[in-house]
Every structure is written in structure tokens, then in C-alpha cells.
């Protein structure tokens, strides 16, 4: 072996172990910064805790949704922030106004247009008692899809029956 060669292993090793002693100092700088490990905040584990928390949940025809009624989100404290809830409706032309005219209104899904007296007289002829469960409950038939309660779970079922008293007074 020549003396260029020994020369250049000398120094490759040379540069070899000071990257080495770096590496080891780095670990042990990193260890120490890291001592204070928040892993165990809870404060800390609160806030993860929020931003992975679900943001969906599913309303079930036919089980207490009571529980998913539509809130708003809390923010910088704004008092005008309180009126961001759409407000429940009074009476049954109200309520039709609100939410059942989505639908019933242009025939959406289905619906039976309101005043169509052609489309409600079947309806009409299984009774009150069934119109309101199927407007409260929900409802898949052949012709479309009734959302329970119209896809507002914060009614309660007095409004949604005056609602549908409202439609069939109209349908006649």
C-alpha cells in the first residue's frame, strides 16, 4: 500500500468518526431538549383531543335524535353569535314555510306538491295517525324518500304534526 493511500484512509476515517461523535451529540441534545415532554399535559392532550374529535353524526328514523340537535359553534364570545340557531317555527304554515316547502313546494324527492290534489288523496285516505307517523319518523316509499321530521330533528312532533294538518287543509 502506497502512502497516498494510507494518508486517505487515515483522513477518511478521521472524517468518518467526527460525523459520528456529530450524530451521538445530536441524539444526546436531542434527548435533553426533549426532556420536557408534553405528551402527558392534559392540556395539550385536550387540544388534540378537539381537533380529532368526530364532526358527524347520523340521525336514525325511529330513534331519540334528540341528542344531534343542530348547535351553534362557540366562538370569540360575540353575543351575536346566539341568534345563529335557525329559530323553530310557530304553527304549521310556519313550519311548512321553513322546512316542508323544500320539498313539497316543487316536488322534490317525491314529495307530493302541496294543493296537488291528485297526488294527496291517497295520502290523505290512510289517515292522519299515518301521515304523521311518516312525517315524524320518516318514511322510504316507492314514490320517494320522506327525511324524518324533514331533515330538522329540532322540531318537535306537535309542529311537525300542524304542519301536516296545514298540507292536507290545502290538498283537499
Not at 335557525?86 to 316543487?106: M, S
Not at 290512510?126 to 324533514?150: V, W
Amino acid at each position: 500500500m502506497s502512502k497516498q493511500d494510507d494518508h486517505f484512509f487515515n483522513v477518511f476515517g478521521a472524517v468518518i468518526g467526527i460525523l459520528v461523535a456529530v450524530t451521538v451529540a445530536l441524539f444526546v441534545l436531542a434527548r435533553m431538549l426533549g426532556a420536557g415532554d408534553s405528551r402527558n399535559d392534559p392540556l395539550q392532550q385536550a387540544e388534540v383531543a378537539g381537533r380529532t374529535a368526530a364532526f358527524g353524526q347520523v340521525a336514525v328514523a325511529g330513534q331519540d335524535n334528540s341528542a344531534l340537535a343542530i348547535l351553534p359553534t362557540p366562538s370569540a364570545g360575540d353575543a351575536a353569535d346566539a341568534g345563529m340557531t335557525a329559530a323553530l317555527p310557530a304553527d304549521g304554515p310556519a313550519t311548512y314555510e321553513a322546512v316542508c316547502g323544500t320539498c313539497h313546494a316543487n316536488g322534490i324527492g317525491g314529495a307530493p306538491k302541496m294543493g296537488d290534489r291528485l297526488a294527496w288523496s291517497t295520502r290523505i285516505a290512510q289517515g292522519t295517525d299515518t301521515l304523521n307517523k311518516h312525517a315524524i319518523e320518516g318514511y322510504q316509499g316507492s314514490a320517494g324518500y320522506m327525511p324524518a321530521k324533514g331533515g330538522r330533528a329540532d322540531l318537535t312532533d306537535e309542529l311537525v304534526a300542524q304542519a301536516v294538518q296545514y298540507m292536507v287543509e290545502q290538498s283537499r
